[in-house]
């Protein structure tokens, strides 16, 4: 073989050489992004698994009924029906036979009367009519003046002084220096952000009702004006909750500045207490109820367990939802603490017998200790003798060696709290539930809901002074704008005074 041949044989291997890495590059580089594409797939798989799986989780708790919904845990935003928890018939609505009838209390006039009178017949014309004086008739309207804000100017006379040697002045009681709205301006916005409504809204109903326009600064600025008026009450509160006989208590999420926080609630019978917290543990019921010697109505969260009190009561709503729970697990329809019904088996493949004679015994128990403050108060001493007896036939049920899982669980759970389930039986004026807590933390989530929180904690230290003060007010019949327009330093006589002096001006 001649040079030439070789160097041309040469010439080819070498351009099919570079043909090759060029494919391999090619190839490698399409590797690399099927790779890529791979990982890709499989993350997308395993999120869609896991929806899965939280999809089929719910479709026996959505598909069952309405009380499996709300017994599984399903939010109240995902139920798209309400719970009807009367097992009983439903009562027809209107007054109900043998109550005494009511109706809204007919006002006093305090205006000027308004007179109707005829010239002539409305009928025929005629105008040869006479009126009968005896057959006058009279109805009470009541409405409410144009809104008209009220817009004054503050004059200051300012006089020498020959000791301070400087030029002095009076102030007005009722305006801190360089506020441009009024108090009962300021009590207008607080009382409607408490409402719920937005900052938005707030500026809008203030302009189109008073034509006074404003900024989202200075909403603010009123909302704080008077939650710094009313810290010192707030700190009151704080101190009372702690004289009570019966405080019961109960926390929700609360956004601040788009992290977590917590808006715990404490309540009696004439104080709502709430409480903005970075955190759920046990620090703030041990802070807040430091020296409590009453009753403590709670749910099952445990930091509750490191107050120390006279005695807790554990909500037995939530006791009755640990078996709600555990029945949508097997199979059955959930029952009422109060229910007198026999079991429904949706599927009696999942259902033990076991674990229906556990519920049935556990609600049974607890709805005849319910049903027992129902008849005459009795005596304490009777009272005391009659919780124990409950207590120890809990106990002694409880402590059956039981095969179910979920009997297991539920039963190691009440014998830890043993102690609280029956508090209500020998204490008298505590609830054997926690509702009153509940409602009252219902308006956390209900702000939550519309604003998502707080941006502040300066924010969140406003908010919890306002709602307290509010909900405090409504247990004692007291006016909320009042309160807060004569904290802001200007009372009902002296606003009476300053409309005569400014009218005459």
Not at 375 to 393: I, S
Request: glycine content about 6%; proline content about 5%.
């Amino acid at each position: 073989m001649t040079n030439e041949n070789k160097q041309g044989k040469l010439r080819k291997l070498k351009k099919h050489i570079r043909k090759l890495e060029k494919e391999k590059k090619k190839l490698s580089e399409e590797l690399e992004n099927e790779r890529i594409r791979r990982e890709k797939l499989e993350k997308d798989n395993e999120d869609l698994r896991g929806k899965l799986a939280q999809l089929l989780g719910s479709v026996m708790v959505l598909a069952a009924s309405d009380k499996t919904a709300e017994a599984g845990g399903v939010p109240s935003s995902k139920i798209f029906y309400k719970r009807n928890r009367n097992d009983k018939e439903k009562k027809p609505t209107g007054g109900q036979p043998g109550h005494k009838g009511h109706g809204r209390k007919r006002p006093v006039s305090n205006s000027p009367s308004l007179y109707v009178t005829l010239d002539s017949c409305p009928f025929c014309g005629n105008s040869n009519i006479g009126e009968v004086k005896s057959a006058k008739q009279q109805r009470t309207v009541t409405d409410i003046p144009p809104p008209t804000p009220r817009i004054y100017d503050v004059i200051y006379h300012r006089y020498w002084c020959d000791s301070c040697k400087k030029l002095v002045r009076g102030e007005v009681p009722w305006l801190p220096p360089h506020q441009e709205f009024g108090p009962f301006v300021a009590s207008w916005v607080t009382y409607h952000r408490l409402l719920g409504l937005t900052i938005g809204k707030i500026r809008s109903s203030l302009f189109e009702t008073y034509s006074i326009p404003t900024s989202d600064d200075t909403i603010l600025k009123l909302e704080r004006w008077v939650a710094d008026t009313l810290k010192d009450d707030y700190n009151k509160l704080k101190v009372e909750i702690v004289k009570a006989k019966m405080v019961n208590a109960d926390e929700t999420k609360f956004r601040i500045g788009g992290e977590n926080g917590w808006l715990w609630v404490f309540v009696s019978k004439l104080i709502s207490l709430f409480v903005v917290a970075p955190t759920r543990s046990h620090a703030v019921p041990e802070e807040i109820l430091d020296g409590f010697e009453g009753v403590l109505g709670r749910d099952g969260w445990k930091p509750y367990d490191f107050v120390h009190c006279s005695a807790h009561q554990l909500d037995l709503i939530h006791v009755n939802r640990w078996l709600e729970r555990a029945e949508v697990k097997h199979g059955v329809e959930p029952r009422t603490i109060l229910s007198s019904k026999s079991a429904i088996l949706k599927d009696s493949s999942k259902c033990s017998k076991e674990f229906l004679e556990f519920a049935d015994g556990v609600r049974s128990i607890l709805k005849r200790s319910i049903d027992y403050l129902k008849k005459p108060p009795p005596l304490v001493e009777e009272r005391r003798t009659v919780r124990f007896h409950f207590q120890d036939e809990l106990e002694k049920f409880l402590s059956r060696e039981w095969e179910d899982s979920d009997a297991i669980r539920i039963s190691k759970e009440l014998l830890k709290r043993l102690n609280m389930l029956f508090t209500f039986v020998e204490v008298e004026g505590v609830p054997w539930h926690n509702n009153d807590a509940e409602q009252a933390v219902r308006k956390g989530v209900l702000a939550r809901k519309i604003s998502g929180g707080r941006r502040t904690w300066t924010g969140a230290e406003v908010y919890q002074i306002l709602l307290s003060t509010l909900e405090t007010s409504k247990k004692r019949n007291e006016n909320f704008i009042e309160i807060v327009t004569e904290k802001l330093g200007i009372s009902s006589t002296e606003c009476l005074e300053y409309e005569s002096v400014a009218s005459k001006t």
